[in-house]
């Protein structure tokens, strides 16, 4: 592997978060970063990184956040009237969180349980009215056209307008609009934004979170619908990863689960270790 690569980003939920040790250990062998692709959560990590700014800043201002809306991000996951079957489910996977705590039991009449007013002031804080031009380092954020479902990148413009976007999960957030189109996160589609990655970006580097074991017996009709969909996902991240230069999997972060924001900063130190340790053989050292 050279010493200069795209890198690609996964993780979903607060997972995504874990990518700041994947930077810093990129960072510990001189390995050079010429262009970032992300979405969802490692969005931000990818901005702040590209700003040249402080990841501590960026940990410690989520995890405050996090903390402060618990009962509003987290407080639908006490999930009251739930068997603890359908609990264990949902802290699992953020696909069945999503269908069976937002679309099913409280977005029948609105666009998204959450607006954006929770999350504007954090932005806002992290990254002001910076725009892409401001980045030291070139970023590409995946998104999907909410009207024609087409994957959209987006590498100009506000940063905050194009976070968002890329965090906007459906159902979640209400989409954003940009650039005369209503774009949503593609991490849904697939968590590894793969299908960004153009010739002109090689090497590639993709840094990819293992999925946790599939719950052996779906039962409900949600369950199921969820379970094809987390298959779905991981047979076209299983495809697209074919045609990638280098990947290191964070297997050390394969039972963290997607909300579990108490738990960030062991998630970058494991995702750190994970990628010092891969990065050995990669560089041949």
Not at 106 to 132: C, H, I, Q, Y
């Given at each position: ?125 992290l990254f ?38 890329s965090i ?118």
């Amino acid at each position: 592997m050279g010493n200069e690569v795209t890198l690609v980003l996964g993780g979903i939920g607060v997972k995504g978060i874990a990518n700041i040790g994947v930077f810093e250990a990129l960072s510990n062998h001189d390995v050079k970063v010429k262009k970032i692709i992300a979405a969802g959560t490692s969005a931000m990590v990818a901005v702040q990184y590209a700003l040249r700014k402080r990841p501590e800043e960026l940990i410690g201002l989520l995890v405050n956040f996090f903390e402060n809306n618990h009962r509003f991000l987290w407080g639908l996951e006490q999930m009251s009237g739930l068997f603890q079957t359908r609990k264990r489910r949902i802290v699992d996977s953020i696909d069945y969180f999503l269908r069976e705590r937002l679309y099913c039991r409280a977005n029948f009449s609105r666009m998204s349980v959450l607006s954006w007013d929770m999350v504007d002031p954090l932005l806002f804080e992290l990254f002001g009215n910076k725009t892409f031009a401001d980045l030291e380092i070139p970023v590409a954020l995946s998104t999907i056209d909410v009207n024609n479902k087409n994957l959209v990148l987006i590498e100009s413009g506000k940063l905050i307008d194009a976070i968002k976007a890329s965090i906007a999960y459906s159902g979640l957030f209400p989409p954003v609009h940009f650039d005369d189109r209503e774009l949503e996160s593609s991490t849904p589609y697939c968590e590894l934004p793969l299908h960004a990655v153009g010739k002109e970006d090689t090497p590639v580097l993709a840094i990819d979170f293992p999925s946790a074991h599939l719950h052996p017996y779906p039962r409900t009709l949600l369950e199921i619908i969820s379970r094809v969909s987390e298959i779905r996902n991981q047979a076209i991240k299983t495809r697209l990863l074919i045609d990638i230069d280098y990947v290191i999997k964070l297997e050390n972060l394969r039972l963290y689960r997607w909300g579990n924001y108490r738990r960030i900063p062991g998630m970058i130190r494991r995702a750190k270790e994970d990628t010092l340790r891969q990065l050995v053989t990669l560089l041949d050292l």
